[in-house]
């Protein structure tokens, strides 16, 4: 256990001085200014963003900020990358945050009952991001949404088509 522990630890750490990632420049500023080691620095902003999702005023508005700005960020840059693997996996994190946020909508009245629910979306919103094989909205896109998708999308693109149809025959007749 300990050992993982320690992987995870090591991990983290190469990510936090990763030169590539936008907050690299930010923590070494930080550390620089403080002397503190960054992953203590990071390790402490969780903390408190943790507390102040549980505790603090407008947490669903750091909920969504958090579940929102990094990635809106990074799809940025994957578009604008030669590389076409980036777009398909933040895509893919769009499509999961946008069935999740609908879902969501319906399922409003859950938020009043559950007194951590905008530090459960947050970890959730995390997981669907993080880099790594365990990464959630691919994990989801896969087990879930693809297999409904490939079962449904023929009827869902016929439905389509006719009201694209009838909108048209609405407009030619407006004219």
Same mark, same amino acid.
């Given at each position: 256990?300990?050992?993982?522990?320690?992987?995870?630890?090591?991990?983290?750490?190469?990510?936090?001085?990763?030169?590539?990632?936008?907050?690299?420049?930010?923590?070494?500023?930080?550390?620089?200014?403080?002397?503190?080691?960054?992953? %203590?620095?990071?390790?402490?902003?969780?903390?408190? *963003?943790? +507390?102040?999702?549980?505790?603090? =005023?407008? !947490?669903? /508005?750091?909920?969504?900020?958090?579940?929102?700005?990094?990635?809106?960020?990074?799809?940025?840059?994957?578009?604008?990358?030669?590389?076409?693997?980036?777009?398909?996996?933040?895509?893919?994190?769009?499509?999961?945050?946008?069935?999740?946020?609908?879902?969501?909508?319906?399922?409003?009245?859950?938020?009043?009952?559950?007194?951590? %629910?905008?530090?459960?979306?947050?970890?959730?919103? *995390?997981? +669907?991001?993080?880099?790594?094989? =365990?990464? !959630?909205? /691919?994990i989801l896109y896969e087990k879930i949404i693809k297999p409904y998708y490939l079962k449904h999308h023929s009827i869902i693109d016929t439905t389509l088509n006719k009201a694209q149809n009838e909108a048209a025959k609405l407009l030619e007749?407006?004219?």
């Amino acid at each position: 256990m300990a050992a993982k522990v320690m992987q995870m630890k090591d991990n983290l750490d190469v990510a936090l001085h990763d030169n590539s990632k936008p907050w690299t420049a930010v923590l070494a500023n930080i550390e620089k200014t403080t002397g503190v080691n960054r992953l %203590y620095i990071f390790l402490v902003s969780v903390a408190l *963003v943790g +507390l102040w999702l549980v505790f603090g =005023f407008a !947490g669903q /508005l750091l909920c969504n900020s958090i579940g929102f700005l990094y990635p809106a960020y990074v799809s940025i840059r994957a578009i604008e990358s030669p590389s076409k693997n980036d777009d398909t996996k933040w895509l893919t994190y769009w499509v999961v945050f946008s069935i999740f946020s609908v879902v969501e909508y319906f399922a409003d009245f859950i938020v009043g009952w559950f007194p951590m %629910y905008w530090l459960m979306k947050c970890i959730f919103m *995390v997981w +669907l991001m993080i880099p790594t094989d =365990f990464n !959630g909205s /691919l994990i989801l896109y896969e087990k879930i949404i693809k297999p409904y998708y490939l079962k449904h999308h023929s009827i869902i693109d016929t439905t389509l088509n006719k009201a694209q149809n009838e909108a048209a025959k609405l407009l030619e007749k407006h004219d």
